[in-house]
């Protein structure tokens, strides 16, 4: 059974940083690739990072060269550091195993997801 464990999130002021884990259970990590996605009330969800088993990032337009996506295969991990955190950051922020698409509908396994809240 494929389980993904979000951790990280939190309440921070405009201008602060965040790291996000993601901790993959139940799939041979290093052959999949990961994403994060993140998703505000009333909004559609929305593609953050992903990054391939060789180790290529992608990165959605709006948080390009604030965030960056990196994995640890021997901890089965993925993370999302994220830099310059803007209130407009705030959503709960899914991980996501199958696929490196911009697409959520390539993803076969979701986490639980992890609130981020970006106070000005």
């Known amino acids: 059974q494929v389980q993904l464990v979000e951790s990280g999130g939190g309440l921070v002021q405009a201008g602060d940083s965040l790291r996000l884990s993601c901790a993959a259970s139940?799939?041979?990590?290093?052959?999949?690739?990961m994403g994060w996605f993140r998703q505000a009330p009333g909004k559609e969800r929305e593609f953050v990072a992903s990054i391939r088993w060789d180790v290529v990032t992608y990165y959605g337009g709006s948080v390009k060269g604030r965030f960056n996506i990196w994995r640890d295969n021997a901890k089965s991990t993925v993370y999302l550091q994220m830099n310059n955190l803007r209130p407009e950051d705030t959503a709960v922020y899914y991980c996501?195993?199958?696929?490196?698409?911009?697409?959520?509908?390539?993803?076969?396994?979701w986490g639980q997801g992890t609130q981020v809240t970006v106070s000005s």
């Open positions: 139940g799939l041979t990590f290093r052959s999949v690739h």
């Open positions: 996501a195993a199958g696929s490196s698409g911009t697409n959520w509908e390539q993803y076969a396994y």
